[in-house]
């Protein structure tokens, strides 16, 4: 008989977007392997949207063994390079770039707009090649995974959408601008969930056109909540130390600089707004008597949130060289070449900056070792 989950107290894993910097998920979780000295993992629930669900899938398929799923993993990021994510030809950014200025001067003729600016054609193979989704079948059976939410942003419902696998007895829920809907998670879920916004084109599950997960998720710990988590786990991609303080701009943001901006906030700002939401109503709950706490629907969650300990657009810049020469010239036309590093540090997937990143995740994990153990075992 498998061993249920249904009544034990449940660890939910988060992990946000970000881009290539989620390899620091990456080097965290490799430490949070050696913290806890288990093979099973300590997440039974394990939630991801962007590069978060890039990760999230194969750690949660190896929950019987994470230790070899990460071993997997940090092998499978060190090897990856710009061109496995994304097309780096100049011919084809070249062609991008023709079809996007015939579509301003004779869209009136009929031809279609190009959907994005890079081609992830490279990526979907990737996942294809990699992803396994009998070993979350497996998980689940066991009773070592009670539930892997991956969340993708519908274009036709303006919604974000969290498809959910998981033990029997999960339901679908239904909230303001979001919703969880059970389904047999596959390789084109991550696809969906990954593809961002005017980088990546939509991604067709089911008749219907996702991008990327964080674009609609405004309550990045709700899915973890709504399938049964009793503390809560988040790796971040920003560092949460020093105030963002730059010195005053003298010329205009460029459409590069602005674009980096806008992932920030895509992928960061409302994580940190809902980290604090749930930060507030704990504290709420912890002022009222137990009386008043069992008339109220809302329960504690506890949480911890491991984030970087260095700008990550820092590294990025001592490694931007390294990006192919079609990139670094779509970086120059968008006037991010050179600028504080902020959309670099998104796209570039590249050895140097990806080992980096996963070796600077380990190190601030390890040095948070006593937090952590002390959290995953009260």
């Not at 490799?30 to 939630?47: G, H, L, M, N």
């Not at 609609?216 to 973890?224: E, G, K, M």
């Not at 600089?257 to 749930?278: K, P, Q, T, V, Y």
Request: proline content about 5%.
């Amino acid at each position: 008989m498998p061993r249920s989950t249904e009544s034990s107290f449940k660890t939910a894993l988060v992990l946000q977007g970000g881009g290539a910097r989620g390899a620091y998920q990456v080097g965290a979780l490799k430490a949070i392997a050696e913290i806890t000295r288990r093979r099973r993992s300590p997440f039974q629930i394990v939630c991801g949207s962007s590069v978060g669900a890039l990760n999230a899938a194969p750690f949660a398929a190896w929950s019987n063994d994470i230790r070899h799923g990460i071993r997997h993993l940090e092998n499978l990021w060190r090897a990856l390079d710009c061109g496995a994510i994304y097309d780096t030809g100049m011919l084809t950014l070249l062609g991008t770039g023709a079809r996007w200025a015939w579509t301003l001067f004779f869209g009136h003729l009929g031809a279609g707009a190009p959907g994005a600016f890079l081609d992830n054609a490279p990526l979907g193979r990737l996942l294809d090649r990699e992803f396994d989704r009998r070993h979350i079948a497996d998980a689940i059976r066991s009773g070592t995974l009670h539930a892997l939410c991956i969340t993708a942003s519908s274009y036709d419902e303006g919604k974000a959408i969290t498809f959910f696998e998981g033990a029997a007895g999960l339901e679908n829920w239904d909230r303001a601008r979001r919703r969880g809907v059970r389904a047999d998670i596959g390789a084109r879920h991550l696809l969906a969930s990954s593809a961002l916004p005017f980088a990546f084109a939509p991604v067709r599950i089911g008749g219907r056109f996702f991008g990327d997960g964080s674009l609609r998720l405004t309550a990045p710990l709700s899915p973890a909540i709504h399938t049964g988590a009793d503390r809560i786990l988040v790796i971040a991609a920003r560092d949460a130390g020093r105030p963002d303080l730059p010195p005053p701009a003298t010329t205009s943001p460029t459409f590069g600089e602005m674009a980096g901006h806008a992932l920030d906030i895509l992928f960061n700002d409302n994580l940190d707004s809902d980290h604090e939401r749930l930060s507030r109503i704990n504290q709420t709950l912890a002022l009222l008597t137990e009386e008043a706490r069992l008339e109220t629907p809302l329960r504690t969650i506890e949480t911890l949130m491991l984030s970087p300990s260095e700008d990550l657009r820092l590294i990025a810049r001592q490694h931007q060289h390294d990006l192919p020469r079609a990139i670094r010239l779509l970086m120059r036309s968008l006037g991010s070449w050179g600028s504080d590093g902020r959309l670099v540090s998104y796209l570039l997937f590249e050895p140097g900056y990806v080992g980096a990143l996963i070796d600077l995740g380990h190190d601030d994990t390890m040095a948070r070792a006593g937090e952590i153990r002390a959290f995953l075992e009260r």
